[in-house]
C-alpha cells in the first residue's frame, strides 16, 4: 500500500529561527531546517521519548500507552516516531491524557506513513506537532529512518525503550541519545521475548531500568505534581482484591473472577469503577490491566 499524501499548511523552520527547538539546536548534527504540521510549544523542551518495535507484544504497546499517559499528565511533551507498534501506543496514550506528542517523520511531513495512521496523524497535530527534515512529498526511505532517530533524541531529555529486538532502530535512537548526553531508559521484558533483547542489552550497559514513571522523573529531576491520578488509591474490599490481581498485562473478567473466587457480575462492576477512578485500563474482549500508580510516586 502506498503512503497517502495529506494536504494542510506546513511551516518551515530553519535553525536561525527563535522558534526551532532549542534542545535540539544543541546535536552535533542537527538538521538545517524543519517542516512542521501544528505547533511547537515552549513547554515542549519538557520532552521524553518512547521507542520500540514495531511488531511489539500486547505487553509492550500497553506499557508504552501507560507511561506515555502518565508522562503527559505531568505535563511532558511525548516524543515518538509514529511507526506501528510502541510509536504509536506512546501518542496514543499522551493524546489519551489530553497532553501535547511530537511526531517526528522519516518521510516529509505531508506523507501518512504507516498509512492506517492517518487518523493519529491528524490527532497529532491538533495536540503538538508532525515534522521532519525532509521536504514535503518524501517518501519513505530506509536510509532516512536512522536520521529521523537523531532528530527523536535529539528534542528530548531522555529516550525510553520499551521493547526491540537486538537489531531495532531502538538502540539506534538509544546510541544517538547517550552521543547528544540524553538519559538513556529500559521497560524489561521476559528473558523469553525476542523483543526484550534491545531493552535487556542497554540495561546490562547501564540503561536506567523502568518500572514506572517515577523512575524517569526521578532520574530526570522532574517534580511530580500533586493530583488525584498520581496519588496511592485507598482501596477496600472487592475493588482491593482486583487492584492486587491485576498487572500491565491486560486479563480477562473471567480470569479475575476465578483467581478471586468471585462472581463475574461482582468483578466487572469493582472493574467499572477503578476504570472511572483511572486506575485500570480496559481492553477489548473484556479484558482489563492496571494502572500502576504506585511507581508513579517513586521519589
Sequence with gaps: M????????????????AAYPARLRTIFDPPSRLYVRGEL????????????????????????????????????????????????AAHRG???????????????????????????????IGHGAVMSEFAPGTPPRPGQFPLRNRIISGLSLGVVVVEGRLDSGALITADAALEQGREVFAVPGRITDPTAGAPH????????????????????????????????????????????????????????????GLPVSAVSAALTALECRGLVTAWPGARYSRRDVKTMMKR
Design 2 to 17: 502506498r503512503p497517502e499524501h495529506i494536504r494542510d499548511a506546513i511551516a518551515v523552520i530553519t535553525i536561525d529561527d
Design 41 to 88: 510549544h515552549p513547554a515542549d523542551v519538557s520532552a521524553v521519548a518512547i521507542v520500540g518495535a514495531r511488531r511489539a507484544t500486547e505487553y509492550g504497546r500497553a506499557v508504552a500507552e501507560e507511561l506515555a499517559r502518565d508522562l503527559a499528565t505531568c505535563g511532558i511533551t511525548v516524543v515518538s516516531g509514529m511507526a506501528r507498534g510502541i510509536d504509536a
Design 94 to 124: 499522551a493524546l489519551a491524557a489530553g497532553g501535547r506528542t511530537i511526531a517526528v517523520l522519516g518521510c516529509g511531513p505531508d506523507v501518512v506513513y504507516p498509512p492506517e495512521h492517518r487518523g493519529l496523524m491528524s490527532e497529532i
Design 201 to 260: 542489552r542497554l540495561v546490562q550497559e547501564g540503561a536506567k531500568l523502568v518500572q514506572g514513571v517515577g523512575d524517569i522523573l526521578e532520574e530526570l529531576r522532574l517534580p511530580v505534581p500533586a493530583g488525584p491520578a498520581l496519588r496511592m488509591p485507598h482501596l477496600a474490599g472487592t475493588e482491593a482484591m482486583i487492584f492486587a490481581r491485576l498487572d500491565v498485562t491486560p486479563q480477562h473478567v473471567d480470569q479475575l473472577a476465578l483467581r478471586c
